[in-house]
């Protein structure tokens, strides 16, 4: 009994040793994932459109601080590679005049003008009276290289980002803020088996302002007469219909001339 409990001794304190290891590992705090910092050089952008069509170029690592009003709905687009993972970090400074709780969201669009939706941050926070500033944030989802038509998950193109003020006092509309944006890209390359015939990029100049003179009119047919020109489309009601009342009428008299009796002497 006693050589038993002299050879189970050594194993037991083996395993309690793992298990405090095991507690100690547990206990450690994680290391934070660090904050997406601006690239070195990078030319700070100090713009944002007003809508798609109008929304300004980004790039990865390139500050953005732009002045800006409550009420604005502010515009960015960046391009996305397959394989890429997005990081869309935002800070808004507010006013101190403020009369009530606001609420801020920003959101993001793929070429196809498509919600895509976020796999963490702050997407939409409520900040109250007394806050100095908010901060949002959103994680794409990895891009892939192709999809089914109809899913929505994210593809390689121009992707547009929306930072905007969903609710707040009327009285606080109009109030200037400070916005300061950036945008971090991870990863490269994709393990999908396909490949994207073209990048989802809408096409912005879908037509070309002319500016020569314009181009002089056909010259008229000598004999436009018989050439049937003159003839109304079958579409034109109007034309059609002028047409039958005139021969309804022409109809009616020849009508009446035939069927009148003569006069008695």
Request: with cysteine; glycine share 10%.
């Given at each position: 009994?006693?050589?038993?409990?002299?050879?189970?001794?050594?194993?037991?304190?083996?395993?309690?040793?793992?298990?405090?290891?095991?507690?100690?590992?547990?206990?450690?705090?994680?290391?934070?994932?660090?904050?997406?910092?601006?690239?070195?050089?990078?030319?700070?952008?100090?713009?944002?459109?007003?809508?798609?069509?109008?929304?300004?170029?980004?790039?990865?690592?390139?500050?953005?601080?732009?002045?800006?009003?409550?009420?604005?709905?502010?515009?960015?687009?960046?391009?996305?590679?397959?394989?890429?993972?997005?990081?869309?970090?935002?800070?808004?400074?507010?006013?101190?005049?403020?009369?009530?709780?606001?609420?801020?969201?920003?959101?993001?669009?793929?070429?196809?003008?498509?919600?895509?939706?976020?796999?963490?941050?702050?997407?939409?926070?409520?900040?109250?009276?007394?806050?100095?500033?908010?901060?949002?944030?959103?994680?794409?989802?990895?891009?892939?290289?192709?999809?089914?038509?109809?899913?929505?998950?994210?593809?390689?193109?121009?992707?547009?980002?929306?930072?905007?003020?969903?609710?707040?006092?009327?009285?606080?509309?109009?109030?200037?803020?400070?916005?300061?944006?950036?945008?971090?890209?991870?990863?490269?390359?994709?393990?999908?088996?396909?490949?994207?015939?073209?990048?989802?990029?809408?096409?912005?100049?879908?037509?070309?302002?002319?500016?020569?003179?314009?181009?002089?009119?056909?010259?008229?047919?000598?004999?436009?007469?018989?050439?049937?020109?003159?003839?109304?489309?079958?579409?034109?009601?109007?034309?059609?219909?002028?047409?039958?009342?005139?021969?309804?009428?022409?109809?009616?008299?020849?009508?009446?001339?035939?069927?009148?009796?003569?006069?008695r002497p």
């Open positions: 009994m006693e050589d038993e409990l002299t050879m189970r001794t050594p194993i037991i304190r083996t395993g309690a040793a793992l298990a405090a290891a095991g507690l100690t590992l547990l206990g450690a705090p994680t290391p934070a994932t660090a904050a997406p910092t601006p690239s070195p050089g990078a030319t700070p952008v100090t713009r944002a459109g007003t809508s798609f069509l109008t929304a300004t170029a980004i790039a990865a690592g390139q500050p953005v601080r732009v002045d800006a009003s409550t009420g604005d709905f502010l515009y960015w687009s960046f391009p996305a590679s397959a394989g890429q993972r997005h990081e869309i970090t935002a800070t808004v400074s507010l006013p101190k005049a403020r009369t009530g709780a606001s609420t801020w969201t920003v959101e993001v669009f793929d070429g196809l003008r498509r919600r895509q939706a976020c796999t963490a941050g702050a997407q939409t926070p409520t900040v109250a009276a007394s806050a100095g500033s908010v901060a949002l944030g959103c994680t794409l989802r990895q891009v892939r290289s192709w999809a089914e038509p109809w899913s929505a998950d994210p593809l390689p193109g121009t992707y547009y980002v929306r930072l905007s003020v969903t609710d707040l006092p009327e009285p606080d509309l109009g109030q200037p803020v400070d916005v300061e944006l950036l945008l971090s890209a991870e990863g490269e390359g994709s393990r999908d088996d396909g490949e994207l015939k073209a990048p989802l990029v809408p096409n912005t100049k879908a037509g070309a302002v002319l500016t020569g003179e314009p181009a002089a009119a056909p010259a008229e047919s000598d004999d436009g007469w018989f050439d049937g020109d003159w003839l109304p489309t079958l579409g034109s009601r109007w034309a059609w219909s002028a047409v039958g009342g005139a021969l309804a009428a022409v109809a009616g008299v020849v009508g009446f001339a035939l069927t009148r009796r003569p006069r």
